[in-house]
């Protein structure tokens, strides 16, 4: 699986079940590419990583997503400052933003 957050302040990580997870995991890969700034790092069959640079002064954010267990329908994501003690909600926000747009495509 992902590593954990080493802080609460600049990282949040989720895991979660869903009934059909290798159309969820491709789902959250599309919505995660189309995020502005958002660069691919790597793409494969279970892990997709980008890195998310913000507006203004381009700090990068680790973005993962991982198929933990297909039988089982686990996927984590997890997303993390590289700079900074705190991040000011924003990686939260992404994760947020990603749950809520898979929320749209799946309905």
């Known amino acids: 699986g992902l590593t954990a957050c080493i802080s609460p302040l600049n ?3 989720i895991q ?3 009934k059909d997870p290798d159309q969820t995991f491709n789902q959250l890969k599309k919505i995660a ?3 502005p700034r958002t660069t691919v790092l790597e793409d494969s069959k279970n892990y997709w990583k980008g890195i998310c640079r913000s507006l203004i002064f381009r700090f990068p954010d680790d973005l993962e997503i991982l198929k ?3 039988s089982k329908g ?3 994501i997890k997303s993390a400052s590289r700079f900074g003690a705190s991040d000011l909600g924003v990686n939260q926000k992404r994760i947020n ?3 809520k747009e898979l ?3 799946i309905n």
């Open 11 to 13: 990282c949040v990580f």
């Open 16 to 18: 979660k079940e869903f």
């Open 33 to 35: 590419q189309n995020i």
């Open 68 to 70: 933990v267990n297909s």
């Open 74 to 76: 686990i996927i984590q």
């Open 97 to 99: 933003y990603l749950l």
């Open 103 to 105: 929320e749209k495509s």
